[in-house]
């Protein structure tokens, strides 16, 4: 009776485990640009299937061939990632020059990057905006974003149009990020 019992609490916990994992075709262009189409495993929430979980793409991907063979490569090999997550997203990640891909926000003459930590506390997942000026210099946004609209007015600071779109906004950050940006781009450094 107690084989039974642990057999049966076995399967449970393997079956529980590996319904936390989903494969998703994407794209990876690695360090010699060579273009690579295949197949990744991304870790999803337990609760919502179609949350992935960052942390387990940012330091080393698992990759499944047409065959069914696995395969991994560690993010220092990856110049880009791309893929569509579970909810028809575009997702694009880009190695960070130390050995973490980040997610691409916006990329233009300023750059925005998310860049994804895990809480030492509960292992959650911690998502921090990184900003790039025109120079490549990187702008402060403080601890857990609370300083994100302050760094992006000091981005703009020479539109006031933009900044007053900065403190009105009812969009998400990272809508309001690209809208701002794109626009400063095009109608103030493009100029």
Do not use: C, W
């Not at 694009?92 to 916006?106: A, P």
């Not at 990184?130 to 601890?143: A, I, L, M, Q, S």
């Amino acid at each position: 009776m107690k084989h039974k019992f642990y057999l049966l609490l076995t399967l449970f916990i393997f079956s529980f485990a590996n319904a936390q994992i989903r494969e998703i075709p994407a794209v990876i262009i690695n360090k010699n640009n060579d273009t690579i189409k295949t197949n990744i495993i991304v870790v999803v929430n337990i609760f919502d299937k179609t949350l992935i979980n960052e942390l387990s793409i940012i330091k080393k991907i698992r990759l499944i061939d047409s065959i069914g063979n696995k395969n991994t490569i560690f993010a220092k090999e990856i110049n880009k990632l791309n893929f569509i997550d579970l909810k028809n997203k575009n997702r694009t990640f880009r190695f960070d020059g130390k050995n973490e891909l980040r997610e691409i926000i916006y990329e233009g003459k300023i750059k925005v990057y998310y860049t994804y930590s895990a809480n030492a506390y509960d292992g959650s997942i911690i998502t921090k905006f990184d900003f790039y000026d025109e120079n490549g210099e990187k702008v402060k946004v403080g601890p857990f974003n609370i300083f994100l609209k302050k760094a992006l007015k000091k981005l703009v600071k020479q539109n006031p149009e933009l900044v007053k779109i900065i403190d009105e906004s009812d969009l998400t950050y990272e809508e309001t990020i690209i809208l701002v940006l794109t626009k400063f781009e095009t109608e103030y450094i493009n100029k």
